[in-house]
């Protein structure tokens, strides 16, 4: 059991500082470097993005990780002998700040950025929106995967 539930911790601690990373560069760069460029060029890149973010390997971290985070709140339940807590709140908060704002948040403006004509009145108006928008839950998603990671290392401590 403490194999599994170290391996767990630490395979979802790597995989919470490779999305943070991610996260991190998204808001910290690529989106403050589009909002300077014209809304049809910001839009068209953002669409190519979001299809080649949609890769295996970004789904297998992101996905994976998800798998690890469950993995280590469920064994960090059945581990009465030491305290799971943090490994629990880290898996927690990786789950809610990553899979749920990703699927709820960022994924719907996605969508609609893809829809959206990058030369058309309408979508200036909507690339204005979704800067704001979705960088707005980037940063939450930023925040949740770097604090998983401080939590996962604790709980390996």
């Known amino acids: 059991m403490d194999v599994l539930r170290a391996g767990s911790v630490l395979a979802a601690a790597v995989g919470s500082g490779l999305m943070a990373g991610i996260f991190f ?17 910001g839009i068209a890149a953002m669409q190519t993005m979001n299809v080649v973010i949609a890769n295996p390997l970004f789904v297998l971290i992101f996905v994976g990780t998800g798998v690890a985070s469950a993995a280590s709140i469920v064994l960090s339940l059945v581990d009465t002998a030491r305290s799971g807590a943090p490994a629990a709140a880290g898996g927690v908060l990786y789950l809610v700040g990553a899979i749920v704002v990703t699927g709820v948040a960022n994924v719907p403006r996605n969508d609609a950025l893809d829809a959206a004509d990058p030369a058309s009145s309408d979508g200036a108006d909507l690339w204005t929106r979704y800067l704001r928008e979705w960088t707005a839950w980037n940063h939450v998603r930023t925040v949740a995967t770097t604090v998983a990671l401080a939590l996962f290392v604790i709980a390996r401590q």
Request: proline share 12%.
């Open 25 to 41: 560069a998204f808001s910290a760069v690529v989106m403050p470097a589009l909002q300077r460029r014209p809304a049809a060029e």
